[in-house]
């Protein structure tokens, strides 16, 4: 397998938008053809991430438009993924593996979504549909009630009181808002307090309004290439190391939901690939789509023993500038999450901390970065591991 | 690259269903999984072809519910994939990558539908969406105008009357239900006549009813795997020679409908890397959604010069036993069409043809054999060539 680098990244702001999702992603993908000086005659195939065009804009099959509104040819094979909220990073893997496996040269890869004008009922109900349909969702479960019920099987099983761990799930909300202030590219840039998280409207019990991450529009893209034509097109590329994926059924099937096995294994598999382990990641992007899972994932990747997540937040070992920054950009929580977008926005900042461009957010030093995205109630999970 | 093989078939009797999605899959799945004589612990990837899981069932991110209805440990990749009427061969052809390449040996790779439950008017405004929101869908753009356009067009681009273009499509579905007949688990079986076409309801002009390909529910799934692997698995491993894949934009940005250079492109593709020409193809499984849609593949693939690939029909050239049987299946049109496990199940129809299974469907002596599959007005076109 050949050696596959990042040449070049693109990020729309994330929040509200006019655009079509074909335009809010063609955004994108011209920073990051540009961000890469290639042509895009260059580019041999593309990888899009989409998870609810159809819903939100009655937009199915979009691969093929957007390769058409890119100026494509019609020899270009443009592929549509989605798995739920992990939907770009599986496109990312996929791409990253037609490129390794001396395929392709040059591809593009992202993802796209817009949601916001749909409201909060109905974006809430068809996110729900990333739950299984036949045991979960027609029983009501929303992601609010998914992820409520794991700070309560956490608080438990753990023994950490329900204050306590709130305060604590709180920090990650104050620390996500603090990174997001500078990311000029973030939905939400203002400082909030752990009394801020406490005293917000109660969504579904123990979690709270910033407890959540917002509804968001936006799309991330990527050049994915050879080490030999990056090292030509730019000065700082940065590699894919090592990717994993892993999958898993409903709740029920599932035997602890605070130790998600698919996300264990797919991280297992990334670090592998990588011949690397926790202790060499510099920096993380990781999937905070509420307060209580970036605590959990935190654990699910190795960098914290299982139950011992919280204690960092108090700790401060997951800002800027502790052990492991966990999302400098801001995270879902305050960057924002177009889901069909989320994974590539995440390799974007790990591919712009690994440059050192990230200016009052940037990881000093940082040269190893990893991203994990979740679909579903841990559905579709994969990780992705980035070196300079 | 190494050599891949289809070591197992499977694929359920299309037609209404009670199954949820994710039981119809697994019944190909356990087909596919017996016919190659694997365990289910030796999948290592999972590839899902599905349209409509969100609308037709409220599913999203089914890759995992069905890896888990497998039994697949947790560390197994389940991606889904969707371009429309192509999304299972846009399935096959990224799994068809995956072992190509050395990284997987072993994978699950088909596609699955259910829109017969949504009645015609609903499921018709749902495949609306492969076409492009926001020039062609909302001006009430269905498929059958689409087709119906392209009827008229071929009709006056090539200067034949319509009255002789539509006896010409009606022999299109006189011989498709005639090989329908033939197919145990095709979902009409019974024999029409160009009478029966031309005295059908008119859908949109000049496409009737029987122009039509029907709404229909099923799945089919095949087992992708090595060479050497396959030679020990099973008697008669298929090969797949060759791949391609091409994009367009809404019909607005194709210049001309009838010879759609998306598919010209990915056929081209195909026949490259397989080292072989329209000529050396013993038997095809092409796209017939529409009749017309039948005509205009089978110039496009290279079986007839353009424009004259009607004449075809009367000579008898498509028919079993003919120069180029186009097919035999049933396609489409007799088949059924569950809109994202089409692609798979023309895969497996060739697999069953090449290792000469297919009884009194069977195209004697087929060496060498092709499938075409349309997603949306050209968005995504995909071709596979398998040889035994």
Known sequence: MRKVAVAGVGMTKFGPTDKSLVELFSEAAWEAINDS???PADIQALFI???LGDFAEGQANIAGFIACELGLSHGTPATRFEGACATASVAVRDAFMWVASGFYDTVLVGGVEKIMHMGTPLATRTFAMATDSR??????LTFPAVFGMMAHMYSVKYRIPLPALKERMALVAVKNHQNGINNPLAQFRKEITVDTVLNSLMVCDPLQLFDCCPFSDGA???ILTTEEKAKKMVKKPVYILGTGQGSAGSLSRQKDFTVMKSRVASAQ???AMAGLGPQDIDVCELHDCFT?????ASECLGFFKFGTGSQALETGETKIGGRIPINPSGGLKAKGHPIGATGAAQVYEIVKQLRGECGQRQVEGAKTGMTDTLGGDAG???NIILRR
Chains 1, 2 share one sequence.
Do not use: D, H, P, R
């Open 135 to 140: 045991y979960e969702e027609f029983c009501g």
């Open 292 to 296: 209580i899972a970036e605590i959990v």
């Open 37 to 39: 000086n290639i042509k």
């Open 220 to 222: 991330a893209a990527l």
């Open 269 to 271: 598999q990334a670090y």
């Open 380 to 382: 579709t999970i994969v």
């Open 49 to 51: 991430g989409n998870c």
